[in-house]
């Protein structure tokens, strides 16, 4: 079992920043992929950022230049750099992980909001 835990997230205005933290506990070994994905109110949940293994990352087009997933593996710790926010990044944002390529593990959610 893994556990993930988000933070950082909260209410920003336009233009502004934050950085989403996700720390992985328990059974962290064979981790192949980290990843961020946002659902808002009506929407499907998307993918936003994901960085393999290899630190290979990907990112949805929306976001491209404006976010930035890194991690620490140090700290079993993934971030979320997120700059140029707009209102329409509103969200709420999930951490999750692939393990052992099958399994996949999802953290609660952290709340972003994007408006003045």
């Known amino acids: 079992q893994v556990q993930l835990a988000e933070s950082g997230g909260g209410l920003v205005q336009p233009g502004g920043s934050l950085n989403l933290s996700c720390a992985a506990s328990?059974?962290?070994?064979?981790?192949?992929?980290m990843a961020w994905y946002r659902q808002a109110p009506g929407k499907q949940r998307e993918l936003v950022a994901g960085i393999s293994e290899f630190d290979i990352t990907k990112y949805v087009d929306s976001v491209k230049g404006r976010f930035t997933i890194s991690r620490d593996n140090a700290k079993n710790t993934v971030y979320l750099q997120m700059n140029s926010l707009k209102p329409e990044d509103t969200a709420v944002y999930y951490c999750?992980?692939?393990?052992?390529?099958?399994?996949?593990?999802w953290g609660h959610g952290t709340q972003v909001t994007v408006s003045s």
């Open positions: 328990g059974s962290i070994s064979g981790i192949n992929l």
């Open positions: 999750m992980c692939i393990k052992n390529v099958n399994y996949d593990y």
